[in-house]
């Protein structure tokens, strides 16, 4: 193999001004060695290139660069050497070893350094962190059974399962699981008198939205608890969501109006939910009073909004009182943002405005832009689809 001029001076100027021995005792060399490795492709023409310089390397250091990679081709062997060695692995080291073997499927190597390592005591860290490293690992690829074994293991030993591990947990069984499976580890977590936590809240959600189940989402999110504060608007804004999808407007105001007399203040997402409803339903009065109650409070609208008012206007055919009209209570000079929460796309997807505005923001063509400059760009877009050619 054929190695960059570069990297062979750098190796060269380490063999003449440093030695083997004087190398192994600088941590300072450790970030070299990182460096070092990228310069290769390949994880054993590194070694060998050390070698051959006379350089004793540590493996853990070349592991945290190139071992996610190459972790298979050492045959399993990283965590022989760390363990028969007298290097501590630390829980960063450990996390990185245990994640590329489940990558590449290697299950009983994820669970060999997890026993190796509950198996005796170590002053860098404690057993318990070992083992919602191991649940970490095996959620992340979906193996939802090794979790769940992992789980009782840990807690047959004494262990307890702290906030972190029982809300990861669920978003596992959320995201890979079935509902019957994420709704038994919501019911174990309440048994264990662990509070759900933001993401716990919202991985829940969107497993009920993809699948469609709006009253069992607002069931929910009642059983967590609306009068809770530490989440903020996100009760509120799920619960609100969970009407709004299904068009039961009389509700979503009803809601909205208990929020409002709770004690909490309706933010970006709390109007572009509302505004999602009432324009695809074509309720002008009501999404122009929304809009009116935003700038009442001092919320600056985003593209969510903008499009919002756009797509029912041009729904209807009304594109001519758009500017008049329809986007007089908005500032056009303004720099677009989209910062709408994405579970509301999940539920209602985007529309036409909002998905012709994120490939214009994307593009490399303009960076100066406004909404005054998406309008006329959507605007011209859509006068060329309504044209038809004739073809002779």
Known sequence: MSFSLTTDLTLRSLSLNCSPCRFWKRRSWNGLFVHLTRCFPDLHTFKSKMTMLGYYHSNTNIFQCKGSDNVDCDGGNFWDVILNSSYTPTLDTISTLMNAYAKTGRYDCVLRILHDLTSREFDAFRRE?????????????????????????????????????????????????????????????KKSRILIEKR??????SAYIRERKYYQLGEFLRDVGLARRNTGNLLWNLLLLSYAVNFKMKSLQREFSRMVDAGFSPD????????????????????????????????VPDVVTHGCVIDAYMERKLGRNLMDFGLKEFNMNRIPQI???????????????????????????????TYAKLIKVYYKKMYRSNQIFWNY
């Not at 293991?153 to 990861?168: I, Y």
């Not at 716990?200 to 959600?205: L, P, S």
């Open 339 to 369: 910062e709408t929460d994405g579970l509301a796309f999940e539920a209602f997807g985007k529309g036409d405005f909002h998905l012709c505005s994120e490939s214009l923001m994307e593009s490399k063509w303009e960076r100066n832009w």
């Open 129 to 189: 962190e070992v083992y919602s490293l191991a649940i970490s690992c095996f959620g992340n690829v979906g193996e939802l059974q090794l979790v769940e074994q992992t789980l009782q293991e840990m807690v047959a030993n004494g262990f307890k399962v702290d906030s972190l591990t029982a809300n990861s947990l669920i978003e596992y069984c959320s995201k890979f699981g079935s509902l019957a499976d994420m709704e038994s580890a919501y019911r174990q977590l």
């Open 268 to 299: 970006l997402n709390t109007f572009n939910i509302r505004a999602l409803a009432f324009s695809r339903m074509s309720m002008f009065w009501d999404l122009h009073l929304s809009i009116k109650h935003m700038n009442h409070v001092g919320i």
């Open 200 to 205: 716990g809240i919202r991985a829940v959600a």
